[in-house]
């Protein structure tokens, strides 16, 4: 399944996020026990479980929770749940040494070290921007944060996802029209931190940034763009962020 802020799961859980936020952690639990129960795929059910884990009383519950989430990630086992196994076996180990289980504590513990943190998506990936460019025109890090326009970026970033870059367009500054462009990385790449195992469990939005140029091999012109009032709610979303950017 393509993750899709749309989705009707992945919307329960922003919600149960914003609960968690105004500190209604009762409120938020609801929300993500309804995301479970309406979920109908593998990849909705990961995502619930996540957040239903963290918000169990005791470590018993909660080691049932992420055992459950694990089965669904071994399952799904692609580039949007791949991250999300460190810091799932890292908790499993917590619960484990809380529960006086030493012997399967150390084991998830070494578990969680064994992976290492190397992107295997294989692409194809998008960079979009206002910028009128052509093939074979890199595209290089050193530019203007389009969220922080005080932050130059140490990285250039991308994604597997044709609308993660429309919406990219869209929000990059410039007077230009929307370009979705096909890149291929030119050095290695990295999970981008800033959305990796921050909001949702793994890289379900497959974005990944590089300190290498990115070529411009293509371009694609007949992705869904969002609306007016989406694009706005997003402004104002970005507007409201007190996050730090890891660059």
Same mark, same amino acid.
């Given at each position: 399944m393509e993750f899709n802020? /749309? /989705? $009707?799961i992945v919307r329960l859980c922003l919600r149960g996020i914003g609960m968690e936020q105004k500190d209604k952690p009762e409120e938020a639990s609801r929300l993500f026990l309804q995301a479970w129960d309406e979920a109908t795929n593998d990849f909705e059910k990961f995502i619930s479980a996540n957040y239903i884990a963290r918000h169990q009383k005791n470590a018993s519950d909660k080691l049932q929770w992420l055992e459950t989430d694990l089965r669904l990630a071994l399952? %799904?086992?692609?580039? +949007?749940?791949k991250s999300a196994f460190p810091p799932l076996y890292l908790n499993i @180990?917590?619960?484990y040494e809380e529960l006086g289980n030493f012997d399967r504590a150390k084991e998830n513990y070494a578990l969680a070290t064994s992976f290492k943190d190397e992107p295997t998506d294989k692409g194809p990936f998008y960079h979009g921007t206002k910028a009128d460019l052509k093939v074979g025109d890199l595209l290089a890090a050193g530019g203007d944060s389009n969220y922080k326009s005080e932050i130059k970026m140490n990285h250039i970033y991308f994604t597997a996802l044709?609308?993660? @870059?429309?919406l990219a367009a869209s929000l990059a500054k410039g007077d230009g029209r929307e370009r979705v462009y096909i890149v291929e990385p030119t050095g290695g790449f990295e999970n981008d #931190? $800033?959305? +990796? $195992?921050?909001?949702?469990p793994g890289n379900p939005t497959r974005s990944y940034r590089s300190q290498a140029p990115l070529k411009i091999v293509g371009e694609v012109t007949n992705w869904m763009k %969002? +609306? #007016? *009032? *989406?694009l706005q709610k997003?402004?104002?979303?970005? @507007?409201?962020?007190?996050? *730090?950017i890891i660059n």
């Amino acid at each position: 399944m393509e993750f899709n802020q /749309n /989705n $009707n799961i992945v919307r329960l859980c922003l919600r149960g996020i914003g609960m968690e936020q105004k500190d209604k952690p009762e409120e938020a639990s609801r929300l993500f026990l309804q995301a479970w129960d309406e979920a109908t795929n593998d990849f909705e059910k990961f995502i619930s479980a996540n957040y239903i884990a963290r918000h169990q009383k005791n470590a018993s519950d909660k080691l049932q929770w992420l055992e459950t989430d694990l089965r669904l990630a071994l399952k %799904i086992n692609d580039d +949007t749940v791949k991250s999300a196994f460190p810091p799932l076996y890292l908790n499993i @180990a917590k619960c484990y040494e809380e529960l006086g289980n030493f012997d399967r504590a150390k084991e998830n513990y070494a578990l969680a070290t064994s992976f290492k943190d190397e992107p295997t998506d294989k692409g194809p990936f998008y960079h979009g921007t206002k910028a009128d460019l052509k093939v074979g025109d890199l595209l290089a890090a050193g530019g203007d944060s389009n969220y922080k326009s005080e932050i130059k970026m140490n990285h250039i970033y991308f994604t597997a996802l044709v609308h993660g @870059a429309g919406l990219a367009a869209s929000l990059a500054k410039g007077d230009g029209r929307e370009r979705v462009y096909i890149v291929e990385p030119t050095g290695g790449f990295e999970n981008d #931190p $800033n959305v +990796t $195992n921050n909001y949702f469990p793994g890289n379900p939005t497959r974005s990944y940034r590089s300190q290498a140029p990115l070529k411009i091999v293509g371009e694609v012109t007949n992705w869904m763009k %969002i +609306t #007016p *009032e *989406e694009l706005q709610k997003w402004r104002e979303k970005l @507007a409201n962020n007190k996050g *730090e950017i890891i660059n």
